[in-house]
């Protein structure tokens, strides 16, 4: 009976015990009087069953109330049982899908229940593991020494780091590391269970030597690269910093800090040391400036700095990385183009000065005039300021000194000064280059004598960071029609520029997508190839036996089936390969190393080859007699069946192929040459492309796909590919492997 189903009866009850009250109450309606003797007998009867049925009411109404805060405790119960369901469910998924292997055994050793990373490891399913006992999958001679220890924990006791050499089921042992708890009875202490942790300690040296060839190789690239690396703190002292920097400034190690710091002008108020305040401080991200060498054992003379701010952590101090490259071939180069200009104007302004000369009574065009000689150099800077005080551009007005005599303030703050503090000022103040100082002082000088405006483009370092910008000089003449001062505009390009690059990075996306259509369309070429043959061979095949149902001869009819599977089965190996390269490609491929016997693998593939090939070429394997390593057996398979079929396909009939292993120090090397014509250097190239086909050999079942799966499986590895090639003399493929040698057992 549910709960509601009783509530419902109990009411009704109560509804049927109020109408009988009713009933007897009017039924039993009698007059009031005092009476003694026997006549009262049935007036106190009444009167009682009265009562009966009015305490009954009163009762079921209890019972009703009572029912009601049964049914909210149940309630209660039910959503904490979903919630502990809840909870059991996810420590359950925990327990199952945990990357270590965890069991539970009864106090014998017996096992109840395990996880699938136990069962993985073990080689075993999770529901035939129960019932058996764990000490069959120890090795041999270690199970007395594992008597022992469980002997340990059946009293009660805990072993953690606990080395076992495991051996799964129809595999390779392997070393393992057991953490096991007992499981006590809270009332009577006795231990009911065990619990263990079973972790694979091949597969976690196998990652710490990746792990640790990675970080060797990343020092190797940072090292050997040809730009300048510093990391400084928020003070601007240098911490760490790799060859390729001591070498560009031109000093030695103990000098390094401070002339990079008197180099970047950390040492001393200035626009720099502004910028790299706004840095630490993080108003900005990084800052970049073109700056000149000047020491004299610095191989270099101009450098391109960038300084950008390290991401720091709750738990790291505020550092920031400094780059510097190499421009000087820039500079020189762009110093020559601005030579040609320069001399291309001096010629054009030459011959003005000689139409003027020829024209003596010609005056030359109007410009804005200067005041009058009482005028103050502060009124004029206040006229001007008061025009130009808005403006995003700049403005400067020098005169034939080079100095400054009017600077707006759009100007001055970019150089992070006042305006009062820039009257008076050269360029040589503002720390511009020597060859921007030569150019605009000489162009300034030829405006001056030729009135000829003059417009070009420049690049400044601001606040900002470097800047290009587009100046236009213009004479600026007082009234006797002398050239007393020029006013040099500067506009800023930097949006033009960015446009530019918006449009160039459009146009990319744009070729991107071409090439991505192009990709999918060879991709889809490559398929429809690769898939036409084997499926008209079965077309053909079945077609002929579904004509010749009563042929006689029965082995036409085993060959013509052995072909269908033969070809069914090259559908499915590209379908594979293709999936394999998705995987690899997306980073979803998890990588299973396991101890392998390598000489032992590339025998077993190369009698597989010699089988599965019509034509039985002669493959031979060249190595030492066993090669132990660390690594995935499917990927080395897959990787060298496809070498040694592409060798197939380039060397001439009933040539040989050979297959070479070399084992060194934490490394093993595959190399495969053939005998064909060789290849050009255009096709060396892209050899490793995406769907790159080859000339095709159907007798050799291959997937098509070029060698851009052998390339995909190289780099998941960690290793490198070469190719060498001679005219007329083949082609040689070497492949470098780290694959970390097993542990070898004292004996």
């Given amino acids: 009976m549910t709960a509601e189903t009783f509530d419902q009866q109990i009411t009704l009850s109560l509804r049927r015990v109020e109408t009988l009250w009713q009933q007897a109450h009017e039924s039993l309606k009698l007059p009031v009087q005092e009476s003694s003797g026997t006549e009262d007998?049935?007036?106190?009867?009444?009167?009682?069953?009265?009562?009966?049925?009015?305490?009954?009411?009163?009762?079921?109404?209890?019972?009703?109330?009572?029912?009601?805060?049964?049914?909210?405790?149940?309630?209660?119960?039910?959503?904490?049982?979903?919630?502990?369901?809840?909870?059991?469910?996810?420590?359950?998924?925990?327990?199952?899908?945990?990357?270590?292997?965890?069991?539970?055994?009864?106090?014998?050793?017996?096992?109840?229940?395990?996880?699938?990373a136990a069962a993985h490891s073990l080689n075993f399913s999770p529901e035939r593991l129960v019932g058996k006992s764990f000490a069959v999958f120890v090795a041999t001679q270690e199970r007395r020494d594992f008597y022992y220890k469980l002997s340990q924990l059946q009293r009660g006791e805990s072993i953690n780091n606990w080395p076992v050499q495991?051996?799964?089921?129809?595999?390779?042992?392997?070393?393992?590391?057991?953490t096991v708890a007992p499981v006590q009875n809270p009332s009577s202490g006795q231990v009911i269970g065990l619990r263990w942790r079973l972790q694979d300690l091949t597969i976690a040296r196998y990652k710490d030597s990746m792990q640790s060839h990675l970080h060797s190789r990343f020092d190797s690239i940072v090292n050997r690269t040809v730009i300048g690396l510093g990391l400084l703190d928020h003070q601007g002292n240098l911490i760490e910093y790799n060859p390729k920097l001591?070498?560009?400034?031109?000093?030695?190690?103990?000098?390094?800090?401070?002339?990079?710091?008197?180099?970047?002008?950390?040492?001393?108020?200035?626009?720099?040391?502004?910028?790299?305040?706004?840095?630490?401080?993080?108003?900005?991200?990084?800052?970049?400036?073109?700056?000149?060498?000047?020491?004299?054992?610095?191989?270099?003379?101009?450098?391109?700095?960038?300084?950008?701010?390290?991401?720091?952590?709750?738990?790291?101090?505020?550092?920031?990385?400094?780059?510097?490259?190499?421009?000087?071939?820039?500079?020189?180069?762009?110093?020559?183009?601005?030579?040609?200009?320069?001399?291309?104007?001096?010629?054009?302004?030459?011959?003005?000065?000689?139409?003027?000369?020829?024209?003596?009574?010609?005056?030359?065009?109007?410009?804005?005039?200067?005041?009058?000689?009482?005028?103050?150099?502060?009124?004029?800077?206040?006229?001007l300021n008061a025009i130009l005080s808005n403006s995003s551009d700049f403005f400067l007005v020098c005169d034939r000194t080079g100095k400054y005599v009017y600077v707006n303030q759009a100007a001055a703050q970019a150089w992070g000064l006042s305006q009062k503090d820039c009257i008076g000022k050269t360029w040589h103040d503002l720390k511009l280059s020597a060859e921007?100082?030569?150019?605009?002082?000489?162009?300034?000088?030829?405006?001056?004598?030729?009135?000829?405006?003059?417009?070009?483009?420049?690049?400044?370092?601001?606040?900002?960071?470097?800047?290009?910008?587009?100046?236009?000089?213009?004479?600026?003449?007082?009234?006797?029609?002398?050239?007393?001062?020029?006013?040099?505009?500067?506009?800023?390009?930097?949006?033009?520029?960015?446009?530019?690059?918006?449009?160039?990075?459009?146009?990319?996306?744009?070729?991107?997508?071409?090439?991505?259509?192009?990709h999918v369309d060879r991709l889809a070429s490559v398929i429809t190839q690769e898939l036409r043959h084997p499926l008209n061979t079965i077309f053909s095949h079945a077609k002929y036996l579904e004509n010749n149902p009563d042929f006689d001869r029965e082995d036409n009819h085993v060959y013509y089936i052995q072909r269908i599977q033969g070809n069914a089965q090259r559908i499915n190996q590209i379908l594979n390969d293709l999936l394999l390269i998705k995987k690899i490609e997306a980073k979803q491929l998890r990588l299973n190393p396991t101890e392998l016997d390598l000489t032992q693998l590339c025998q077993g593939l190369i009698t597989q080859l010699q089988e599965r090939t019509p034509s039985n070429p002669q493959i031979s394997f060249v190595g030492p007699e066993s090669c132990y390593g660390i690594g995935d057996k499917r990927l080395l398979r897959r990787m060298l069946t496809n070498l040694v079929i592409s060798a197939l396909r380039y060397s001439p009939e009933d040539s040989p192929i050979k297959l070479e292993l070399l084992c060194q120090d934490e490394k093993v090397v595959f190399r495969i040459p053939d005998f064909g014509s060789g290849m050009p250097e255009s096709e060396q190239n892209i050899l490793f492309n995406a769907f790159y086909l080859d000339s095709p050999v159907e007798a050799i079942a291959g997937s098509g796909l070029g060698l851009v799966l052998v390339k995909h499986c190289v780099d998941v590895q960690g290793g490198a590919i070469a190719v060498e090639s001679q005219a007329e003399a083949g082609n040689t493929v070497t492949i470098t492997l780290p694959l970390p040698q097993p542990r070898q057992e004292n004996p």
């Fill in 436 to 518: 921007q100082m030569k150019q605009l002082d000489a162009q300034r000088d030829i405006v001056l004598t030729t009135g000829q405006s003059i417009t070009d483009e420049i690049n400044l370092t601001t606040v900002e960071g470097v800047k290009d910008y587009e100046y236009t000089i213009t004479r600026l003449d007082n009234l006797e029609g002398d050239g007393g001062a020029v006013v040099i505009t500067f506009k800023d390009l930097s949006e033009q520029k960015q446009a530019r690059v918006a449009a160039s990075e459009a146009m990319a996306k744009e070729a991107e997508y071409r090439a991505l259509k192009s």
């Fill in 41 to 116: 007998v049935p007036n106190q009867q009444q009167h009682l069953l009265l009562e009966s049925l009015s305490e009954l009411s009163h009762s079921l109404q209890e019972l009703q109330f009572a029912a009601g805060e049964l049914r909210q405790q149940n309630d209660k119960l039910v959503q904490s049982q979903i919630a502990l369901e809840a909870e059991r469910q996810r420590y359950r998924e925990l327990f199952e899908f945990a990357p270590d292997g965890y069991l539970v055994t009864n106090p014998d050793g017996i096992i109840v229940e395990a996880n699938q």
């Fill in 246 to 383: 001591q070498a560009m400034l031109g000093c030695a190690a103990e000098e390094l800090a401070p002339t990079l710091m008197r180099w970047m002008n950390l040492d001393k108020p200035g626009m720099e040391s502004v910028m790299f305040r706004q840095l630490i401080a993080g108003e900005r991200h990084s800052y970049q400036l073109e700056k000149p060498f000047h020491h004299p054992d610095s191989p270099i003379e101009w450098g391109r700095l960038t300084v950008a701010l390290v991401q720091e952590t709750p738990d790291e101090p505020i550092s920031a990385i400094c780059i510097l490259e190499d421009i000087s071939q820039q500079k020189r180069l762009k110093a020559e183009q601005q030579k040609a200009i320069r001399r291309q104007q001096a010629i054009q302004q030459q011959q003005a000065v000689k139409q003027q000369a020829s024209q003596p009574e010609k005056k030359p065009p109007a410009s804005p005039s200067l005041p009058t000689p009482d005028t103050s150099v502060e009124q004029l800077g206040q006229l």
């Fill in 166 to 178: 495991i051996q799964p089921r129809g595999d390779t042992s392997f070393l393992a590391s057991l």
